[in-house]
C-alpha cells in the first residue's frame, strides 16, 4: 500500500470516521457554513488551497485561499465525481482498493480524467445514509486534504451542537 497516497489509513479507520461526521439534516445555510468552517482552519493556517461544498452538482460553496491555483478545480471536480459516484470519501475509496492490490479506475471501469480517487472529498451524508452534499479540498496531498475537510466538518457539527 503506498502511504504517501493513503496517509496511512486503512478501510475500516475511515469506515469509522465516516460514521462519526453523520448529519442529523443538511440546509443550504449549512453547507455554507462547513465550507466557511474549512477555510477558517485553513486560513488560520495559511493553506494554498481550493474549497468547495456541493449539494449534488449545485457548488454552494467555493473559496480558493492565498497560494491556491487554477488547477485545483479540475482536481476538485473529479474528487466530486468519485464521492458522488461511491457516496464513500474519495480517500477510502482509494485506501480500500490498495488494500486489495487494485486500481481504482480498472475496479470502476472509469477514466482518470474525470475522477481521482485521491483523498479531500468528503460525504456529507445523512443518518438515512443519503449523500446530502459533498466537501472537497484541494491543494495538498492528498491525506492532508482529506485531514482539513474531515476537521472542517467537525468543526460545523461542534459548533452546531452549542447553537441548538
Request: hydrophobic share 40%; proline share 2%; aromatic share 6%.
Amino acid at each position: 500500500m503506498d502511504l504517501v497516497e493513503t496517509g496511512g489509513y486503512s478501510s475500516q479507520q475511515l469506515i469509522v470516521e465516516a460514521q462519526s461526521l453523520v448529519l442529523g439534516s443538511l440546509s443550504l445555510a449549512d453547507a455554507v457554513r462547513i465550507g466557511e468552517a474549512t477555510a477558517d482552519l485553513a486560513a488560520h493556517k495559511k493553506l494554498p488551497v481550493s474549497i468547495e461544498v456541493r449539494m449534488g452538482s449545485w457548488t454552494v460553496y467555493h473559496i480558493s485561499l492565498e497560494g491556491s491555483s487554477q488547477g485545483h478545480d479540475s482536481w476538485i471536480s473529479r474528487k466530486w465525481a468519485v464521492v458522488n459516484h461511491s457516496k464513500n470519501s474519495s480517500l477510502l475509496e482509494l485506501v480500500k482498493c490498495e488494500e486489495l492490490g487494485q486500481s481504482w479506475y480498472e475496479v470502476n471501469k472509469l477514466p482518470e480524467d474525470g475522477f481521482a480517487a485521491n483523498g479531500g472529498a468528503v460525504p456529507l451524508l445523512l443518518r438515512d445514509q443519503s449523500l446530502a452534499g459533498v466537501l472537497i479540498v484541494s491543494g495538498l496531498a492528498g491525506p492532508d486534504d482529506h485531514r482539513l475537510a474531515v476537521a472542517g466538518i467537525r468543526s460545523f457539527i461542534a459548533g452546531k451542537g452549542t447553537q441548538e
